[in-house]
């Protein structure tokens, strides 16, 4: 049996609320025995003003007792930005894939704190372990590499079906997003999109 829980080794502290910058950030962690026997979730949410609030979540969850996504994915909220919440289901074959795959996420994270420091120095270093998540640019690797294949699978799916295709142009000029999910896979979803 493998147990999920990271946060001890690569977070130095959960949270940040610092006024003076207009700028919170929440990185909350649930850990689990395995993948097949309890829920798991990692996910940083993120609020700044820059000429207006931002609002964003990204996590790693699943959610064993939950109808809708019973199964891991990512989900992200971008409760500000035209872009509104969106679920990739992730396959994995072994508990040793998903152990890969919540260290690349971590890996990620990492580019969501450094976007930030444009409005605060030094945030990536005070919240993570860098020199531990430094060592994990395969995992992110391979988590986007697990995104491909799910994007190839066609299981994204858009909270708000309304417009879809508007949500995914939004994607291409989101650099977050581009830099999260990988430049290619932000493509191929654009281009399912064009084909619904």
């Known amino acids: 049996m493998k147990k999920f829980h990271f946060a001890p080794k690569y977070f130095n502290k959960m949270s940040l609320d610092d006024d003076s910058f207009k700028l919170r950030i929440s990185i909350m962690e ?3 025995i395995e993948v097949s026997e309890e829920d798991y979730s990692l996910r940083i949410e993120t609020r700044h003003e820059d000429k207006r609030l931002i609002h964003r ?12 996504h019973n199964y891991p994915h990512l989900q992200f909220k971008f409760h500000t930005e035209e ?15 998903y152990d890969r795959a919540i260290k690349g ?44 294949e799910s994007i190839g699978k066609s299981q994204i799916e858009f909270k708000d ?18 830099e999260f999910l990988g430049k290619s896979n932000v493509t191929k979803i654009v281009k399912s999109c064009s084909m619904h």
């Not at 979540?57 to 809708?68: D, G, I, M």
């Not at 679920?87 to 894939?97: A, G, Q, V």
């Not at 079906?161 to 977050?176: E, H, I, W």
Request: hydrophobic share 35%.
């Open 30 to 32: 649930t850990p689990s």
């Open 57 to 68: 979540e990204y996590a790693l969850e699943h959610h064993s007792r939950q109808e809708k």
């Open 83 to 97: 872009i509104g919440s969106f679920w990739i289901r992730l396959d994995f074959e072994n508990s040793d894939e």
């Open 105 to 148: 996420f971590i890996y990620k994270i990492k580019g969501v704190l450094l976007d930030l420091e444009r409005l605060r120095k030094g945030i990536a270093n005070e919240i993570m372990v860098i020199k531990e998540v430094d060592k994990l640019k395969a995992e992110g690797n391979f988590l986007t590499e697990k995104i491909a």
């Open 161 to 178: 079906s309304g417009n879809t295709k508007q949500t995914c142009a939004n994607l291409q000029n989101n650099p977050l997003l581009l």
